[in-house]
């Protein structure tokens, strides 16, 4: 079962990376800078992080490295003061592929999130908190129209 987690997991970051790299022209980044940073988005996962702490463990190990997107990993996946387009960028491309690496409405995303935690979890009202953040971003505006002109939903990139 870890195993197909880990490897579900996998496929899910390299979607991640894909999307950041695509929009990466958005926020006047690197494609390959913003590639890397999708891909290594949850590795707090694979040195014992869960669910509620896969961000801690991958900021602050990566922090130690000097990494330069260190707070970004640290940030995603939650409410914070901290804030920045890389961020943005990340928290939007994230949760907008789902766990099996397809690119998902924001509404489906939730669906695969409440599927494997229960829609009453806190993942859910995490959720819910940074989509009503997120959703009034112009970048996410820009990606949304991007991904629905282009038909990319339910398709892997």
């Given at each position: ?111 695969d999130i409440a599927e494997r935690y229960g829609i009453n979890s ?29 038909n990319l939903y339910g398709n892997q990139i």
């Amino acid at each position: 079962m870890k195993c197909n987690f880990l490897n579900n997991r996998a496929i899910h970051s390299l979607s991640v990376a894909k999307l950041m790299s695509k929009f990466s022209h958005m926020i006047n980044r690197h494609p390959e800078d913003m590639f890397l940073l999708g891909y290594i988005h949850d590795i707090g996962y694979a040195i014992g992080g869960e669910n509620s702490n896969h961000n801690l463990y991958g900021g602050k190990l990566l922090m130690q490295n000097n990494y330069p997107y260190s707070k970004e990993i640290l940030n995603h996946g939650i409410i914070t003061d901290y804030n920045s387009d890389e961020l943005t960028l990340l928290n939007i491309c994230d949760m907008s592929v789902s766990s099996k690496g397809e690119i998902v409405t924001f509404e489906n995303r939730k669906k695969d999130i409440a599927e494997r935690y229960g829609i009453n979890s806190k993942e859910i009202q995490t959720f819910d908190a940074l989509r009503t953040k997120i959703e009034k971003t112009e970048i996410y505006k820009k990606i949304k129209e991007t991904l629905e002109k282009e038909n990319l939903y339910g398709n892997q990139i």
